[in-house]
């Protein structure tokens, strides 16, 4: 598990060194040698930060300490950038008021989370007969769920089925 961007103790080319402690303190400008001299006494590593034509900046650390911690900056990173994922909530022709404030209340906790909602009523057999209906229901919950989202694409009927996309305000 080596960083390939940076040249470690003995993968340095450099003749004239400016050297920087774990704390990130300046020490002094010395040569290659005396640097690797002095890295060996605090039983640390070397490790190049920067590349100019006339010097090199060098950081003395420990090194496993060092992917070890990037590790774990690397994990908690990759936790707060995960997506959210698209919620659906299915609303059927036929469902009760309870049935409708117990899915507003799932829409809600989605909401909280962060997630983008989408909203579909699913038509079976002759109920493709009532869709003036259907379109009302679906509205009605939608116009519940206002308070914690906004709708994002508008009511569309595919084949049995009306979807709404809606986001979290």
Do not use: C
């Amino acid at each position: 598990m080596k960083d390939n961007k940076r040249p470690l103790n003995d993968e340095i080319k450099a003749s004239k060194v400016k050297l920087i402690n774990e704390e990130w303190e300046a020490l002094w400008e010395t040569t290659l040698s005396e640097a690797k001299t002095k890295a060996k006494e605090l039983n640390l590593d070397l490790m190049q930060l920067w590349k100019e034509w006339d010097f090199t900046i060098i950081k003395m650390l420990d090194y496993w300490k060092f992917l070890y911690k990037q590790k774990k900056i690397d994990q908690k990173n990759k936790q707060k950038w995960k997506a959210p994922d698209l919620k659906t909530i299915k609303i059927t022709f036929k469902i009760w008021d309870h049935d409708l404030e117990f899915k507003k209340n799932q829409a809600e906790k989605f909401a909280k989370d962060g997630h983008p909602l989408k909203v579909m009523l699913v038509l079976r057999w002759r109920e493709n007969h009532y869709e003036a209906i259907a379109a009302q229901k679906i509205e009605t919950f939608v116009s519940m769920l206002e308070s914690f989202y906004k709708i994002d694409k508008k009511l569309v009927r595919a084949w049995s089925n009306f979807i709404v996309m809606m986001l979290p305000k």
